[in-house]
């Protein structure tokens, strides 16, 4: 099967960095869009930022300037560089990924979630 596994939450100080990791594996053929979404206490989820295969990023406007998206196609990988972290960043941070199974499949695979808080 597969599965998206993320890694880097914590707790930072405002204005602190952190590194996010996504990691997906399994019977994996190719990898389409990769991206990161966030849901802070009682807010809906809302996207953050999204890769696609060609290295083309988009993002929420609340973090451009401040959070970088990119991908290591040979690990199958997504990092999320988080700077300049507000107390408003503090949510739990979800990895997403479109992956095509050996099968041909295509589906939307999600992560279970770390969390990121930001305090003073």
């Known amino acids: 099967q597969v599965q998206l596994v993320e890694s880097g939450g914590g707790s930072v100080q405002i204005g602190g960095s952190l590194r996010l990791s996504c990691a997906a594996s399994g019977r994996i053929r190719a990898i389409n869009t990769m991206g990161w979404h966030r849901q802070a206490p009682g807010k809906e989820r809302e996207l953050v930022a999204t890769i696609m295969p060609s290295g083309d990023t988009s993002y929420a406007d609340s973090v451009k300037g401040r959070f970088t998206i990119s991908r290591d196609h040979v690990e199958n990988t997504v990092y999320l560089q988080m700077n300049g972290l507000k107390p408003e960043d503090t949510a739990v941070y979800y990895c997403?990924?479109?992956?095509?199974?050996?099968?041909?499949?295509?589906?939307?695979?999600w992560g279970k979630g770390t969390l990121v808080t930001v305090s003073s």
């Open positions: 997403n990924a479109e992956i095509v199974r050996l099968s041909t499949r295509t589906m939307d695979y």
